[in-house]
């Protein structure tokens, strides 16, 4: 279960007269997500989904609001005397406040992340890129390697072990990245935009895998995308983001049980209604901003 609650997040920029400026990315974003369901956060560029997602990670500190998995929050406060401060180095043994700084944002829960198209290492086989990350998550060598099989054959690159991402397909880089993120065993893998780099036909095939590979697994799914087909066909529940500053401005329930037609009548009614939607917001803005 991940619940975010009342998140908001300020950002300082210089604007072209040089002056600082707040900007809002997100405004107050109140969010429970159950275990185990696929959920789309989808709304116009901009509106802070990435930050929001990122947030959830503990990638980024939220500037207001918790985030808490299963119970458990997400980034502690940082200590604000002296007295907090000592006892802080002493249990995580950081060696100074900027070290601390940078600790503080690593994510201390079972969460991988998939990113557009630079989820994975250039320089490191496919193999070394998944058995990589189990190093960092403290697995023993001979564990490594095996998990690491383990999952890169249930996701197809049993026969490429040995290529490094350039000599991949867009399609089998982003199965990579899935096989990563699946092999640290989860509790929630967050996507930020992850079929957005390849073409339709393989992306429906990425989301059908990525279907597949999740069978009752029990790992919850948080997908940044701006594809209102791919949300419709995917999701338990999509949810719309307002233009910036980000807040949600709808929810829609999709209970069409899996496997789905892409063509199910249900799911399209709800990408009209949908598009119809967005597209509202963006003629708004754009009123606003002329
Ligand atoms: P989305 O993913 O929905 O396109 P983002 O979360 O990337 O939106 O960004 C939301 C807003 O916050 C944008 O206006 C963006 O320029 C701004 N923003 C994001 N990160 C930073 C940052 N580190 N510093 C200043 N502004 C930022
Ligand atoms: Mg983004």
């Not at 290529?163 to 996507?191: C, D, H, N, T, W």
Request: charged residues 25%; proline residues 5%.
């Amino acid at each position: 279960m991940i619940e975010a609650r009342r998140i908001s997040k300020f950002f300082s920029i210089v604007n072209k007269e040089g002056i600082a400026e707040g900007l809002t990315a997100c405004l107050s974003v109140t969010l429970s997500i159950e275990k185990g369901k696929i959920i789309t956060l989808l709304g116009p560029s901009g509106c802070g989904k990435s930050t929001f997602l990122e947030i959830l990670a503990g990638l980024q500190a939220p500037s207001e609001g918790e985030v808490f998995i299963d119970g458990v929050r997400v980034l502690e406060p940082l200590p604000s005397t002296r007295a907090e401060m000592d006892a802080y180095r002493k249990r995580y043994r950081f060696l100074s406040p900027l070290a601390n700084d940078l600790f503080r944002d690593r994510p201390k829960h079972d969460i991988a992340m998939i990113f557009q198209d630079y989820a994975v290492f250039p320089w490191m086989t496919v193999l070394q890129n998944v058995t990589f990350t189990l190093k960092l998550r403290g697995l023993r060598r001979a564990e490594r390697e095996k998990q690491a099989l383990f999952y890169l054959n249930k996701v197809g690159l049993g026969a490429s072990l040995h290529k490094y991402p350039s000599q991949l397909s867009g399609g089998m880089r982003q199965r990579l990245a899935f096989a990563r993120a699946l092999s640290v065993e989860p509790k929630a893998i967050l996507m930020d935009e992850p079929f957005a780099a390849v073409d339709l036909l393989t992306r429906e095939r990425l989301q059908d895998d990525l279907l597949k590979l999740l069978d009752s697994s029990g790992i919850t799914i948080v997908i940044v995308t701006h594809d209102v087909a791919e949300a419709a066909y995917l999701s338990d529940e999509i949810i719309i983001f307002s233009p910036s500053p980000g807040t949600i401005r709808n929810r829609f329930t999709i209970d069409v049980p899996r496997p789905r037609r892409r063509d199910h009548p249900e799911l399209a009614d709800i990408q009209e209604r949908i598009s119809r939607l967005l597209k509202y917001d963006i003629d708004n803005e754009s009123e606003y901003s002329i």
